[in-house]
């Protein structure tokens, strides 16, 4: 683990959406924070900013982690993926197409979360049962009600990659 100093400012490295930022921040600046200041990336929401809602989730060297409550000092030098980083080509991905064509977007407050939350369980479980993916969008919040189009816009794309493995764009770094 790293020593930082708990009052001067530091100059961190993360590569975020495959881009080198630099920045120089306290060691009390979370990830959400250097994100959407530091990186200008607004599409990771600060929700409930206690880890609970899900709304700030992005990936870590590809592994889903909560923006808000992880220190941007403990991923100095790590690969972060955010919503706006998902695709390469600025298209919508697969599994932001589903997402449109099964509603599973209403308000959108939520979508960013829910968006790495698949990403990851797609990259660790290609074909989720209905309960796996029902356990994974568990750990998100959503105030509109739309884990029914949530959980078929996962399956719909879990069997499509299953369907189609060239298909699949992996893009995290």
Not at 19 to 24: C, D, F, M, V
Not at 61 to 69: E, H, N
Not at 130 to 158: D, F, H, K, P, Q
Request: glycine share 6%.
């Amino acid at each position: 683990m790293r020593t930082i100093s708990h009052q001067s400012p530091e100059t961190l490295k993360i590569i975020v959406n495959r881009t080198l930022i630099e920045a120089t921040c306290t060691p009390r600046t979370s990830l959400l924070d250097f994100l959407r200041e530091e990186a200008q990336l607004t599409g990771t929401h600060a929700g409930c900013e206690h880890g609970v809602c899900g709304a700030c989730t992005v990936l870590a060297d590809g592994v889903a982690i909560r923006a808000c409550l992880t220190l941007a000092h403990d991923v100095h030098e790590a690969a972060i993926t955010t919503v706006e980083g998902l695709s390469e080509s600025g298209s919508l991905t697969d599994l932001q197409q589903a997402f449109s064509r099964h509603h599973a977007l209403q308000c959108g407050f939520c979508t960013s979360g829910f968006l790495m939350i698949a990403e990851d369980l797609l990259r660790t479980t290609p074909q989720p049962t209905e309960e796996e993916i029902r356990s994974a969008v568990s750990a998100n919040l959503c105030r509109c009600t739309g884990y029914v189009g949530i959980m078929r816009a996962i399956a719909e794309v879990a069997q499509q990659r299953a369907e189609n493995p060239t298909r699949q764009e992996r893009r995290h770094a």
